[in-house]
């Protein structure tokens, strides 16, 4: 297999140490490399991007249609027709009721930092200048940016940058797996609980929003909240006059098995931060949408939000996100997310039965997450130094199943998890052929780690 060698290489990437297959087509759920090796794409990118599939033509049709008429605007200056018509999709198709303003960026991080900009913007302008403080959650991941990684709560991205992440306050996660003692819904409602006590320590005059994911993706691998937890959560920041911004980067457009991951609960949140699926990875393109009387509120103070980014509702990209999003709707894709990941999970809780490894099996629609431990009984998680979550997804690319492993799982540094994420578009005999190629190579981790 021909490598690209990382001492040799112009390009950084992420991982320094690992040499790379070069991929040169992709079709539906399938890779495949420069030595015609094909690939089940299990994870939709880097992690649930590609959530229409590879090669989809009606979207290679409108990339190219747009790029002979205009492919970028100064959005400081003119509106484009892209623009509109991909706000009127994500409005009238996807949007909770209420959230009927978008403001476009081009990414995750820049989506949920945009988010929290957006609602430190609304309570300055409305004479609430003190409330400045956003409260996440431990175990939660926001994005990459400075800003983004202070109010996140994952400890091993955090640690380099501790210094100067921006000020945030914390409260616990959302994880019955590893913390409910007794009743779930009463640990879920404990947990929200501490929110209120958080904000009263602080003061409510000091708190701007609060920041969570419906389903926490990357960093513990697809946790959803409790039944109840988010209308308590909701219900806290009514009380005390909080923004609610739900961060649905990876949960969002089809992902859970509906529109938003959100929508499992009925807890509106006042803003969304969204990514990933509303371009299925054929550009860099992400979201806010917000409240319209947020946005009344600047217009009628400020008159301007005091943000912006070069390529920020670009009309290539916005043309590319509208024709992402008809294939959503057009091809029922959440309904497949629902029946099909339905379907996956089953899969997956059967591989428990022959995998000992395996102590959880958790998620919602095609978001779905394994946690490896080491003893199942007393959920021990692996040595740090077994690196077994790695061990797994190196197992799985070269049997031709690329994965989303994840490590610190437990408490940002020790636990193993696998993120399981295929595009909307799979089949249930497509997962067939995914659970597969999966049993064999936990099986081969496992021999590796002697567990029997």
Same mark, same amino acid.
């Given at each position: 297999?021909?490598?690209?060698?990382?001492? +040799?290489?112009? !390009?950084?990437?992420?991982?320094?140490?690992?040499?790379?297959? +070069?991929?040169? %087509?992709? =079709?539906?759920?399938?890779?495949?490399?420069?030595?015609? *090796?094909?690939?089940?794409?299990?994870?939709?990118?880097?992690?649930? !991007? !590609?959530?229409?599939?590879?090669?989809?033509?009606? !979207?290679? =049709?409108a990339m190219t249609e747009q790029a002979r008429k205009i492919a970028y605007v100064p959005t400081h200056a003119f509106s484009s027709e892209p623009i509109e018509a991909c706000a009127q999709t994500l409005v009238e198709e996807f949007a909770p009721a209420g959230l009927d303003k978008v403001w476009f960026v081009s990414g995750g991080s820049e989506a949920t930092e945009n988010a929290v900009k957006?609602? #430190?913007?609304?309570?300055?302008? %409305?004479?609430?200048? +003190? *409330?400045? #403080? $956003?409260?996440g959650r431990w175990q939660s991941f926001h994005g990459a940016t400075l800003a983004s990684l202070g109010y996140g709560g994952n400890a091993g991205r955090r640690k380099k940058y501790q210094g100067i992440l921006s000020t945030a306050e914390h409260i616990g996660p959302c994880f019955p797996y590893r913390h409910a003692t007794g009743d779930e819904i009463e640990y879920g409602l404990a947990q929200a609980d501490q929110l209120d006590y958080l904000i009263q320590q602080v003061g409510a005059e000091n708190v701007a929003a609060f920041i969570a994911e419906p389903v926490v993706g990357a960093t513990t691998g697809a946790v959803p909240a409790t039944t109840g937890y988010f209308e308590r959560i909701r219900e806290i920041c009514d009380r005390h006059d909080v923004l609610f911004i739900a961060d649905e980067v990876m949960s969002g457009f089809g992902r859970t098995g509906k529109k938003f991951g959100i929508d499992h609960w009925e807890a509106p949140p006042d803003l969304i931060a969204c990514a990933k699926g509303i371009s299925g990875g054929y550009t860099p393109l992400g979201a806010v949408l917000v409240r319209p009387e947020i946005v009344g509120q600047v217009r009628g103070t400020g008159g301007s939000f005091v943000i912006g980014h070069t390529a920020g509702g670009n009309p290539l990209s916005?043309?590319?996100? *509208?024709?992402?999003?008809?294939?959503? $709707? *057009?091809?029922?894709? $959440?309904d497949n997310a629902e029946i099909v990941g339905a379907y996956f999970k089953e899969k997956l809780v059967e591989l428990m039965a022959v995998h000992p490894i395996i102590g959880d099996v958790r998620g919602l629609g095609l978001m779905l997450g394994i946690e490896f431990v080491a003893d199942r009984e007393t959920k021990r998680p692996f040595p740090l130094e077994l690196q077994v979550s790695r061990r797994i997804g190196d197992a799985t690319l070269e049997r031709g199943l690329v994965s989303y492993p994840g490590q610190g799982t437990v408490d940002g540094v020790v636990g193993d998890h696998l993120l399981c994420t295929p595009p909307l578009v799979i089949t249930k005999l497509q997962i067939d052929e995914l659970i597969e190629i999966l049993d064999a190579s936990l099986h081969s981790v496992e021999r590796d780690l002697r567990v029997v």
């Open positions: 297999m021909q490598l690209i060698d990382q001492e +040799t290489t112009p !390009v950084i990437y992420r991982d320094l140490q690992r040499p790379l297959p +070069t991929i040169v %087509r992709g =079709e539906g759920i399938y890779l495949w490399d420069s030595t015609g *090796k094909r690939y089940i794409d299990g994870a939709a990118g880097s992690s649930a !991007v !590609v959530n229409i599939g590879h090669g989809v033509p009606e !979207v290679i =049709e957006i609602a #430190l913007q609304y309570q300055r302008d %409305r004479g609430k200048g +003190t *409330k400045q #403080l $956003v409260i916005t043309a590319i996100g *509208k024709a992402v999003l008809d294939y959503t $709707v *057009k091809h029922r894709l $959440v």
